[in-house]
């Protein structure tokens, strides 16, 4: 059974089921019901900024973000959120909501707590994830080209070595082998020494400067093997078959 009150703002009498004063049009639930879980929530995702305390209506919220470079701000919001959602029903009704106890004015609080603590998490989590699978990519690529090097080197190794079964002699340079494939932008310089070592300086930008080798060796029956290597490129990099660090021998001079 409704009861006759007084209006917070007129005085005049109104039934207590009447949320706005039919005198003065107050309304007369008061403020919007602070949701103890909402406010811990913001205090521990962005306490740092004084968020949780612009939500319970405290300007002094503007000191936290004056000094949240500080991070000091952060530590206390974070103390102060464990506290809020262990605080007591009622002690956080006297103390925020005058009194009056959860009613349906809650909802909204907690629910822009949670939506915005999910797209902080988010956040977070994606950072985390880019994090990891940026430089996992940017190896990859590396290693990719790093066995585009590697073919192409092979290429020149195939050109060098019917050129050795020929004339049983080192050539002088490439040209001279047959060898004319244009290089792919991952080679700056391919050479061959005295010996028919292929050098392939790296256009890489991990990579840069750096070399990877073709190494022939000479078996008794006079047909050539190559080994893959290089002094100075990271093993991580290398591909399989050129991680190897035992050194062939030398290709003979003819």
């Known amino acids: 059974m409704a009861q006759l009150i007084f209006c917070k703002a ?36 962005f306490g740092g900024f004084g968020v949780h305390r612009f939500y319970l209506g405290k ?15 952060g530590l206390i919001a974070f103390i102060e959120g464990i506290v809020f959602l262990c605080a007591d029903d009622a002690a956080w009704n006297d103390k925020y909501n005058e009194g009056i106890s959860a009613s349906g004015d809650s909802g909204p609080g907690l629910m822009i707590a ?23 990519y940017s190896q990859y690529q590396t290693r990719a080209k790093l066995h585009e090097v590697l073919a192409y080197g092979k290429q020149a190794d195939a050109a060098v070595e019917a050129y050795y079964l020929k004339t049983k002699q080192v050539p002088e340079s490439l040209e001279q082998a047959g060898f ?19 050098t392939l300086t790296l256009e890489i930008v991990a990579l840069k400067g750096q070399s990877l080798l ?28 050129c991680r190897s660090k035992e050194p062939a021998p030398p290709a003979k001079n003819g």
């Not at 300007?59 to 701000?73: A, D, E, M, R, S």
């Not at 008794?220 to 990271?234: E, F, L, N, P, T």
Request: with cysteine.
């Open 59 to 73: 300007w002094w919220g503007l000191f936290y973000l004056l000094f949240c470079w500080t991070l000091i701000p």
């Open 180 to 198: 004319a494939v244009p290089k792919p932008l991952s080679v700056s310089q391919i050479s061959i020494n005295k010996n028919g070592i292929l």
């Open 114 to 136: 949670l939506i915005v603590g999910g797209l902080f998490i988010g956040v977070f989590v994606i950072g985390i994830l880019a994090a990891i699978a940026v430089p996992a």
């Open 10 to 45: 007129c005085g005049k009498q109104l039934h207590d089921n009447n949320p706005i004063c039919p005198h003065c049009g107050a309304n007369q639930k008061g403020p919007r019901y602070k949701s103890k879980v909402a406010a811990g929530l913001l205090a521990i995702l």
């Open 214 to 241: 073709l190494i022939p060796s000479v078996g008794d029956d006079d047909k050539v093997s190559w080994k893959c290597a290089s002094d100075d490129i990271a093993e991580q990099f290398l591909p399989m078959e």
